[in-house]
């Protein structure tokens, strides 16, 4: 049975809108345990290999990667730290593995939110993929591609990764090992993956750089993959842990579960949320917005609630100032900025469809990015009951509508 009433989330914001005239494409039954919980038993009972405490062996040196859209990762990182802490002897040496920062200040809106005793326990690194001294060769994949990966990765005796499995335009599936690549390798390679993905395809269609991601995985060797799978409010549907093929296995077939949507018919608005994570929110709201568009009818609403930071990428910059923002598309895709695939992203939807944004951007900035700004969650209310045929797509980020 459908609820009275839904409370969507982001971030700082919430809006809780009457469902009476509203249909949910996504409904999800969450854990009831703690989100600790859910991962201190996946870390003792993990999928094709040992609890994880038993990976390791004394004087060995772990490296943690952590992808910066994971949801609650400093939660899950200090479970998995308290996990290896647990090792005899002189213990294990921990690196913790930050990819390039967007904003230039070494994530350090992250690192200082850690709690003192793993700030005192990991040894921080952001990748820096300028650095040839970083880099260290692995192997050439079939194709015949050199792979190039920062040498505290290779290194390592072990590698774990903590991220989130969930449908990606570009790979299918993100999760495991695309934590690791592109994003910890050489500067072309980081570039080369700067595309647009392919929303023709659907998520079970081959994919020739998802193949070259798990290539990599293997030539690594030794891993151990933390990753979640999100769910519709704010609790995990899952935390799974183990082998990286057997932890994305079991996480495709819970996202194709709950995440696939099938649109029947157009619908005149859509609201939706975007659980925007630090400094990939915009990221997310693009991915949200894109799946959005394909269920909204020519010239309808897309409402969203997304508590995102002001834009200060290059082409969010250019879209700011351009008054035919369709003329950006063929530079930006030429010559890809790190803010690239979003803003395409969303000047295509603009093109097909009104998006209402629900922020605490000022809303001079929100017009100039050719959006319309909702002041509060009074009028997003009112904006939803006005439509006669409205659905609602919570965490819309993590969808894929076809």
Known sequence: MQPESITLRSGRLSATVHTKKLKLLVTSDEAPQLLSEQCRNALLQPLGLPELARCVVPGDSVAIVIDPETPDSIDLLVVVCEQLQSVPDEGITLSLMLPPDPANTGWSSFVERLPLHLQQQLTVHVHDPTETAQLSY??????????????RISDADLLITIGVI???SLLGYQGTTSSVFPSFSENDAILQARAQGHPELTPDNERPYRQ???????????????????????????????????????????????WRVTSRKESEAILLSVPVSGLTGWKQFGTAIEQA?????PDGRIIVIADLPIPEGPAA??????????????PLRREPT?????????????????????????????????MIAIEDAGELQRLTMASNNCVVLPNANYAWVG
Request: proline share 4%; hydrophobic share 45%; net charge negative.
């Open 212 to 258: 070259l991601v798990d290539e990599v995985g293997w030539l690594l060797g030794t891993q151990f993959a933390v990753q979640v799978v999100p769910g519709a409010g704010e609790t995990p549907l899952a935390i799974l842990a183990g082998l990286p093929e057997d932890v994305m296995s079991a996480g495709k077939e819970i996202v194709d579960r709950v």
């Open 138 to 151: 692995v192997a050439s994949s079939a194709a015949g591609e050199r792979i190039y990966l920062n040498r």
């Open 166 to 168: 969930c449908f990606n």
């Open 338 to 370: 790190e803010d690239a695939v979003e803003i395409v992203k969303l000047i295509n939807t603009l093109s097909h469809a009104r998006i209402y944004l629900y922020s605490q951007i000022p809303a001079d900035i929100v017009e100039e990015l050719g």
């Open 317 to 330: 910059t250019m879209l700011r100032r351009c008054q035919e923002p369709g003329e950006l598309l063929k």
């Open 293 to 297: 568009a394909k269920i909204v009818e």
